[in-house]
C-alpha cells in the first residue's frame, strides 16, 4: 500500500544508512545502483527543493539519475563513484532541507505580495522576459482563481494549478495549494519529472484515480516522486492551435474522476486559452 507524503513544513529527512552497489568479481568499474535510507518520508516541499537541486548534483557526481521513491534516495551511476559518495550525499541531503526552508521562510515574508505577482527584472534573458510577461498575463485573467476553485471541487483533490510548459520548463503560472506543497506562482520544476511534459509532446488528457493501483503510473516516477495518488491534466492550448502548457490537480489522496470532471477541466483550459492570448495581445 502506497502511503502518501507527510504534509508538515517540518518534515526534513536526515540519512540513516546506505545499501551500496557491489563491485563485479574482475574488479571493473560498472554502472550501479545505491540506495540512501532516509530516517522519514520527505514532505513534498522537500520533493519539491529536491528536483531544483538534484541536476547540479548529478553533474557534478557523473550520476544517471537521481530519484526519490518513498523514503529512499535512489542514485545510479559509476560503482567507484557511488562507494565514495557516502559523506556528499549527507551534504546534499542537507542542502536539500536548506532549500526547503528558505523557500518557506521567503514565502512568509512575500505573503503581503500580491498571488502571481512577478516583478518584471529588465536586465533578465530574453526567454526570462518571456516568461514574466507571460505570467503576468494569466494574473490579469480575472477568472481564473474562481477557475481553480471549481477545479479542485470538481476533481476532489486539493491542488490546482495552471503550468507553463515548454520544452525546457515547466513554471506555475496561478497555483491553488489546500494539501500544502508549497509551490508558488513563479517557480519552476524539473521539466522530466512531470507528467505535463509527456502531455506536451502528445496533446492529450492525462489522469488517474490512483497511482499505486494504475497499471500505467504504479511504477511512474512522478507520483512516487512527489507523493500522489490522484491526478488530472489537461493541455490549454492557443486559439491558432500552438500549446501552452497545461491545466492540473492532483492529491495525496485517491480520488474518482469521471468523464465530467476531464470536460470540466478541458472547458476552463480552452477559456484560458482564449483569454491568455487576448491578454498577450492587449499587452503594452
Known amino acids: 500500500m502506497k502511503t502518501s507524503a507527510p504534509q508538515g ?34 514532505s513534498l ?10 541536476e547540479a548534483f548529478a553533474r557534478e557526481h557523473r550520476l544517471d539519475v537521481v530519484r526519490l521513491v518513498g523514503s529512499t534516495l535512489t542514485l545510479s551511476g559509476p560503482v567507484d563513484t557511488l ?23 521567503a514565502r512568509l515574508l512575500d505573503d503581503a505580495q500580491p498571488v502571481g505577482t512577478v516583478p518584471l527584472d529588465e536586465s533578465a534573458a530574453p526567454g ?34 495552471v503550468a507553463r510548459v515548454t520544452d525546457t520548463e515547466w513554471t506555475a503560472c496561478v497555483v491553488r495549494d489546500l494539501v500544502g ?24 488528457p492525462v489522469y488517474f484515480d490512483s497511482a499505486s493501483r494504475d497499471d500505467t503510473f504504479a511504477n511512474h516516477p512522478t507520483p512516487a516522486m512527489y507523493g500522489f495518488e490522484s491526478y488530472i491534466s489537461v493541455p490549454i492550448h492557443l486559439p491558432d492551435g500552438t500549446f501552452f502548457g497545461t491545466l492540473c490537480a492532483l492529491d495525496p489522496k ?17 477559456v484560458i ?12
Open 83 to 105: 562507494r565514495k559518495l557516502s559523506g556528499d550525499v549527507r551534504d546534499f541531503v542537507q542542502s536539500v532541507s536548506n532549500h526547503c526552508m528558505r523557500v518557506r521562510h
Open 9 to 42: 513544513d517540518t518534515q526534513q529527512p536526515t540519512v540513516i544508512g546506505f545499501e551500496m552497489p557491489s563491485v563485479d568479481v574482475d574488479g571493473e568499474v560498472t554502472h550501479g545502483v545505491m540506495s540512501v535510507l532516509l530516517d522519514v518520508l520527505p
Open 273 to 284: 486559452g482564449r483569454e491568455f492570448d487576448a491578454e498577450r495581445g492587449n499587452a503594452p
Open 254 to 270: 485517491p480520488a474518482k474522476i469521471t468523464v465530467q470532471t476531464v470536460r470540466t477541466l478541458e472547458m476552463f483550459a480552452a
Open 45 to 54: 516541499k522537500w520533493a519539491v527543493s529536491l528536483t531544483v537541486l538534484h
Open 128 to 161: 526570462k522576459i518571456d516568461l514574466q510577461l507571460d505570467l503576468d498575463a494569466i494574473r490579469r485573467i480575472a477568472g481564473i482563481p474562481a477557475m481553480l476553485e471549481a477545479v479542485v471541487r470538481a476533481a476532489d483533490m486539493r491542488f490546482a494549478a
Open 181 to 204: 506543497f508549497g509551490l508558488q506562482a513563479g517557480q519552476d520544476l524539473a521539466l522530466e519529472t512531470t507528467i505535463c511534459n509527456e502531455i506536451r509532446q502528445h496533446g492529450n
